[in-house]
């Protein structure tokens, strides 16, 4: 929850400093339903991975246990968007999901 909260809280201020929408985002879950974080609260999300269009940068974030979240899921939807030409990036352990869906295969990356 720190890191998404950390990235929406400033691409929001930035819109409010800049007296325009510069940035906007879109929440997405394996079937369109609420993900609850680590630490109990459920976030609404806009739709499903199935919904999910083409952006021009997708930000996969994850917290704790990133193995258990629906990776099965989310890797093919991963690639589609990369086929499509989104600019792939992750916050926190949101980069192991997209080395397991094989996105960073020969490109250096870290992790904490």
Not at 25 to 51: H, K
Not at 67 to 72: D, K, S
């Amino acid at each position: 929850m720190i890191a998404f909260t950390s990235a929406a809280e400033a691409l929001c201020l930035a819109n409010y400093v800049t007296g325009r929408e510069g940035f906007a985002w879109s929440l997405y879950s394996p079937d369109g339903e609420p993900i609850r974080a680590s630490n109990g609260v459920a976030l609404a999300v806009d739709g499903g991975y199935g919904e999910i269009g083409t952006p021009a940068t997708a930000l996969i974030c994850a917290g704790l246990d990133p193995h258990r979240a629906a990776a099965a899921a989310l890797a093919p939807a991963l690639r589609k968007l990369e086929a499509r030409g989104s600019a792939l990036g992750a916050l926190c352990t949101g980069t192991w999901l997209l080395a397991r869906a094989g996105l960073l295969d020969g490109h250096r990356c870290t992790i904490h």
